[in-house]
């Protein structure tokens, strides 16, 4: 049976003060999850928010790292110091690091090689935007993202990635995809997966859906047979409403 999850993503939001007092939060709130829960932090928090989860069922990810190993890379933060936080995953691929920081299908082949490479798990993010979308090329856009930095990976190394399907039309905008429209994709990824890694791979690997997910929503896009779970933007900065999606899992 593969990973059923709730990922936050907190984003560029919260200070250092109130990202302890949200994870404090979660971490009292969330003491018998029905699924695996993951809160993604600015690199700031991750330290600190480790310390307050410790001992928890949450696990903590980066939004990103750098696609360096180490050295003379002036603000960047490498997959080994995040791994050295205590952080587990790491958020790769996200439309908002393609779009404003232009990162393309190979840089985000480095970055996944570093995290697996540094102990990482990467929730990996894939997704059209609204043209591709309204032109029916969905399908399409989805296949090239995992071709261009995922399908190199062995089987093995394949098996730690969650994939994320974030429609970026959806992101942030209010408006999620339908429970069929989200369905569909995830049911079509994963049968991209089991073309190139094979059915058993395909089976054990958790897609979650990303894009105005919220507490009222969830549950109806939660009970497809291939959304796994979700990653979650705006309402994770609220413990209830994160709360309320995990129960939604
Ligand atoms: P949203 O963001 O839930 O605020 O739409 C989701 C994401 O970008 O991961």
Redesign the pocket.
């Known amino acids: 049976m593969r990973t059923k999850m709730v990922a936050g993503?907190w984003?560029m939001n919260k200070t250092l003060q109130e990202g302890v007092a949200l994870a404090t939060e979660l971490k009292n709130t969330l003491t018998n999850p029905s699924c695996a829960v993951v809160i993604g932090t600015p690199f700031i928090h991750l330290a600190t928010v480790c310390e307050i989860v410790k001992g928890s069922p949450i696990r903590v990810a980066a939004e990103n790292c750098a696609d360096r190993e180490s050295g003379a890379f002036t603000g960047e933060v490498s997959a080994a110091m995040v791994r050295s936080t205590g952080a587990e995953y790491c958020i790769l691929g996200?439309?908002?690091r393609r779009q404003y920081y232009h990162e393309t299908a190979e840089i985000l082949k480095q970055k996944v090689l570093l995290a697996l490479a540094n102990q990482l798990k990467p929730i990996f993010?894939i997704g059209e935007v609204k043209e591709e979308r309204e032109s029916n090329r969905q399908n399409e856009v989805v296949k090239a993202q995992l071709e261009g930095s995922l399908f190199d990976l062995s089987a093995e190394e394949f098996s730690q990635i969650t994939l994320?399907y974030?429609p970026v039309w959806?992101?942030?905008?209010g408006l999620t995809a339908t429970p069929a429209q989200a369905q569909e994709m995830h049911a079509y990824i994963r049968s991209l997966v089991c073309e190139r890694y094979g059915k058993e791979v395909a089976d054990n690997t958790t897609i979650l859906y990303?894009?105005?997910?919220?507490e009222k929503n969830a549950a109806e896009l939660f009970a497809n047979a291939d959304v796994d779970g979700g990653?979650?933007?705006?309402?994770?900065l609220v413990a209830e409403k994160f709360a309320a999606i995990v129960a939604a899992r």
Do not use: F, W
């Open positions: 993503n984003k996200h439309s908002e993010c994320a974030e959806a992101i942030g905008t990303g894009g105005s997910c919220n990653l979650i933007g705006g309402a994770s």
